[in-house]
């Protein structure tokens, strides 16, 4: 391998990190330019699809737009991303409204370049070198990466748990607690555990539901 294509390689296979900032971006969209600073202050999930006019794709754009709302309601923001031209992308939108009858009231980013789809580690040479695969970035209102998911082109994913996971984030983030598996708003949390064995020798009188002294719940 020559030296030039090991750097090639290595910038196609570069990931961001949980907990670091995103990376930024500045890019041209169906609502007109947009940037990772225009969403300071809210939540924002960043999701990439391998192609316009494609049928997985147009089911899961359909869901995320008819969960748009819910999004919203949640202060946070979609931003889908193809690696496609943005007359690509407005033709499919109308097209989704024409023969699907939804609506997509949410930009796409046009990353004809792949400099946002790279930056994001979208492109996994093993899927293919000129399309995104199904990646979801949830990022918060400070612009750090929160949560990741990456599915393969074969398969959709499940817009309501990416709705629940913002939900579940945002509940760690304002209570300072974990959620358990499958969690939904309203069941119990976990409490961090104890750091420290005289932490641990107080927590089963705390008032918690222990199980045991690393293992506790509470009601919000």
Not at 17 to 28: D, I
Request: net charge negative.
């Amino acid at each position: 391998m020559t030296d030039a294509q090991e750097t090639q390689t290595q910038e196609v296979l570069q990931f961001p990190r949980l907990n670091e900032r995103a990376p930024e971006f500045k890019a041209n969209t169906t609502h007109g330019m947009k940037e990772l600073d225009d969403y300071k202050g809210r939540w924002l999930v960043l999701f990439s699809h391998p192609a316009d006019f494609t049928p997985v794709c147009t089911t899961e754009f359909s869901a995320f737009a008819r969960a748009h709302d819910e999004f919203l309601k949640r202060d946070c923001d979609l931003l889908g991303l193809s690696i496609d031209s943005i007359h690509s992308h407005v033709a499919w939108v109308r097209n989704i409204k024409d023969k699907f009858g939804q609506d997509i009231g949410f930009p796409i980013i046009a990353d004809i370049s792949m400099q946002v789809a790279k930056a994001y580690g979208m492109v996994h040479p093993g899927a293919s070198d000129t399309s995104a695969v199904r990646a979801t970035f949830i990022i918060d209102p400070d612009g750090v990466l929160r949560a990741m998911l990456y599915y393969p082109m074969t398969n959709g994913r499940s817009v309501d748990e990416i709705l629940r996971l913002v939900d579940s984030l945002q509940t760690s983030t304002q209570h300072g607690v974990a959620t358990p598996e499958g969690w939904q708003p309203g069941d119990k949390v976990i409490v961090p555990p104890p750091s420290t064995t005289e932490e641990a020798e107080k927590r089963l009188e705390e008032g918690y539901e222990c199980t045991d002294w690393y293992f506790c719940q509470k009601s919000l």
